[in-house]
């Protein structure tokens, strides 16, 4: 993510389900070090209102979540009503089944995680996870 996407996420969106339409893992993440000129609260409701975005265009065998406020936020804007523990993928690091009203994200898989967490392959990990998954409706 760009600082400029935060004003015009459509082509960010539009990017990410065209790689995941065409069965293309997607890691959207800020760029260390760069000034995105807002709070860090203004930067996980983007990342939610983009996942969302997303999510009502294609849904993903699983969503991974970095970062304590980016995941309340993504979960808050997705509309879980709760979560279901699945298991651990390390120390700090949950995979859950949210459950939602909305059928198109009930039962979607997510990876939390704190920031500072997880091994170094732990997307990738839970990708060829994901990838083997399906979301089973409510």
């Known amino acids: 993510v760009e600082p400029g996407d935060l004003a015009h996420s459509s082509p960010l969106a539009e990017r990410s389900i065209r790689f995941l339409s ?24 983007f990342l939610a209102e983009l996942t969302n975005t997303i999510l009502g265009q294609h849904s993903p065998g699983g969503i991974a979540v970095a970062g304590g406020d980016t995941s309340s936020a993504v979960i808050d804007r ?34 939390l995680k704190g920031g500072q967490v997880g091994d170094v392959d732990l997307f990738d990990s839970y990708a060829a996870e994901a990838a083997n998954s399906r979301n089973l409706g409510c």
């Open 22 to 45: 065409a069965g293309r893992n997607v890691l959207i993440h800020l760029q260390p070090g760069r000034d995105y000129g807002c709070e860090p609260a203004k930067l996980s409701r």
């Open 78 to 111: 997705l509309g879980f009503r709760s979560l279901s523990f699945v298991k651990r993928m390390g120390s700090g690091v949950a995979v859950c089944r949210g459950h939602a009203i909305d059928g198109a994200v009930c039962r979607t898989t997510l990876l």
